[in-house]
C-alpha cells in the first residue's frame, strides 16, 4: 500500500485529508494538513550549497523565486521551463530581477520556452487567460514546444526537481527517467492533477529508486496542490 511507503505521521495525515475530500466534497478535512512552503516544506529541501535546481512549469517564476530565497542565493545552477508565452515573459522579467538583488551570475539561471514530456516535438495545448491549462494533443490552437529532460541535460547532473505541469507529471519523469535513475535527485511533484497520481507516480519513481524515500505534503485550503517529496536519505 502506498501509505506503507510514506516516511512520517504527517504524511499519512495529508494522504487521509485528500481522500476524505475527494470522497465527501468537504474541504474540513484539508484544514487541519493545509500548509505553506510549498516545495520546500522539507529541511532537506532548503540551503543546499550546491543545488542544481529544475523548475518544471515554472509558471511566472514564483517557484523559483521561492527557491532563490530558500537557498540565500547560494546555489550551482537553476533551469526553468515554461511554454506559456506571457507567462514565459513574465518569467524572464522576474528573473532579472533575480539576477541584480542576489548579485547572481546571468548563467546561474537558465530559462527554456518548452514544457517536459516524455518526447521532444511539438504538442498543442489549450489556454485560458493565457494561462496553459491542457498539455493533450489537439486541446486547442496554441502550438508550444516540448522536450524529454534526458534530452535537454543530455547526460549532465541535477540534484532538485520540481512539476507542476497540468497533469503531465508522467510524461515529464517518463522523459527525465535515465536523469532520475543516474542521479537520484529531490523530487517535488504535483500529484493532485488525477485521482490516480499519488499512487502511479510513487510506484513508478520507486521502480526507478528504490531507495526513494516519500513524504506528502498539502499546500492549498482547496484540493490542489498536494505534492509528493521524494529523496534519498
Not at 529544475?54 to 532563490?68: I, M, P, Q, T
Not at 507567462?87 to 551570475?105: H, K, P, S, V
Amino acid at each position: 500500500a502506498f501509505d506503507d511507503r510514506l516516511d512520517d505521521i504527517r504524511s499519512r495525515a495529508v494522504l487521509a485529508g485528500v481522500l476524505e475530500t475527494m470522497l465527501t466534497g468537504d474541504r474540513a478535512h484539508l484544514l487541519p494538513v493545509f500548509e505553506k512552503d510549498q516545495y520546500f516544506a522539507l529541511p532537506q529541501y532548503c540551503g543546499l550549497e550546491k543545488e542544481i535546481y529544475v523548475d518544471a512549469g515554472a509558471y511566472v517564476g514564483d517557484s523559483l523565486e521561492r527557491f532563490v530565497w530558500t537557498h540565500y542565493g547560494v546555489f550551482e545552477k537553476a533551469i526553468a521551463f515554461e511554454p506559456g508565452p506571457r507567462q514565459f515573459i513574465a518569467l524572464g522579467n522576474r528573473t532579472g530581477r533575480l539576477l541584480t538583488e542576489w548579485a547572481l551570475n546571468a548563467d546561474q539561471i537558465e530559462l527554456v520556452p518548452a514544457a517536459l514530456g516524455d518526447r521532444t516535438g511539438t504538442e498543442h495545448a489549450a489556454s485560458q487567460s493565457g494561462h496553459m491549462t491542457s498539455l493533450a494533443v489537439g486541446s486547442g490552437h496554441e502550438e508550444i514546444r516540448i522536450v524529454r529532460l534526458d534530452d535537454h541535460l543530455a547526460g549532465s547532473r541535477i540534484s532538485f526537481l520540481k512539476a507542476d505541469v497540468e497533469g503531465m507529471e508522467m510524461p515529464l519523469l517518463e522523459g527525465a527517467a535515465e536523469t532520475i535513475r543516474n542521479y537520484r535527485p529531490k523530487l517535488a511533484i504535483c500529484v493532485y492533477h488525477y485521482p490516480t497520481d499519488i499512487p502511479v507516480i510513487s510506484r513508478y519513481l520507486q521502480s526507478l529508486v528504490p531507495d526513494y524515500r516519500f513524504a506528502l505534503r498539502h499546500h492549498s485550503p482547496q484540493l490542489m496542490e498536494t505534492v509528493l517529496y521524494a529523496w534519498v536519505a
